[in-house]
Each structure stands twice: as C-alpha cells, then as structure tokens.
C-alpha cells in the first residue's frame, strides 16, 4: 500500500481554493471600491474684478492657468456688472478634480471655498474669489 503524502498537485489545488475564497471575499465587501473616487469636471463658481484692458480679453472658453498649473477654462453665461470702481466678473470655471473633504482636490494642487487664485493666459491675468464647486 502507497503512502500518502502532499505533493506538488494538492499545493497548486490548495492555492486556487484559498485565491477563490479571498476573490469572493473581496466582491461581497467592496474592498476594491475602497477610496477610489477618480476626478471628474466641475464647475467651479468665482467672481473677479477687472479693468477695461481685461473686459475686451474676455470670451467664452478661455484657458486659464494658475501657479500650481492647474487648468481653467471659462464657460459661457458669465456676468459683468460695471461700477464706478471697476467692473465685476461673475461666472464659471470648468475645472478637472474631486471634491472631498479636505478641499477641492485637482491634480496640481487643492483649493477651497473662499480662495482666491491669481489666473493667466489669453490675454488675461486677474485675480478669483472661489464661491462654489459642483459636478458637471
């Protein structure tokens, strides 16, 4: 009578059964959703003040960079209001990032409600007070 004994065969069984287990395991629990939100677009709500020289630059679609790099374009359906002190620019910008909840994070940097980042390109350089972030 033959001796039995572990050989290579019930190791490579043995290690599928165990693999298949953990696989279950981590479908019934969502271990792979586990913090993996990706970025998205959002609009994020701003207002600005501008001079004449800048109002003439200003046009829907406009890509704008801050010093951290981070991309800003200008969507349409802003507003300008003229007052004897300046002229205000109202509007959105379409953002690629997440919101969470240290800030809204995009990939050079994060920024939060109230802040206010110095903008360039187009012809363009003004400063924006940040109000509102919301998903596309």
Do not use: P
């Amino acid at each position: 009578m033959k001796k039995k004994s572990f050989n290579i065969t019930d190791v490579f069984i043995i290690l599928i059964l165990v693999l298949c287990v953990a696989g279950i395991a981590v479908r019934a629990f969502r271990l792979t959703e586990a913090k993996t939100e990706k970025y998205h677009n959002y609009r994020v709500s701003f207002t600005a003040q501008l001079d004449r020289s800048q109002l003439d630059a200003i046009n829907a679609g406009a890509s704008l960079k801050d010093g951290k790099k981070t991309q800003f374009t200008l969507l349409e359906g802003y507003w300008i209001t003229e007052k004897e002190n300046g002229i205000d620019l109202s509007g959105e910008f379409l953002v690629y990032g997440k919101v969470t909840e240290a800030g809204f994070e995009t990939e050079n940097g994060r920024y939060f409600k109230g802040d206010t980042v110095t903008v360039k390109g187009d012809g363009l350089d003004f400063e924006a007070a940040l109000t509102d972030f919301e998903k596309q």
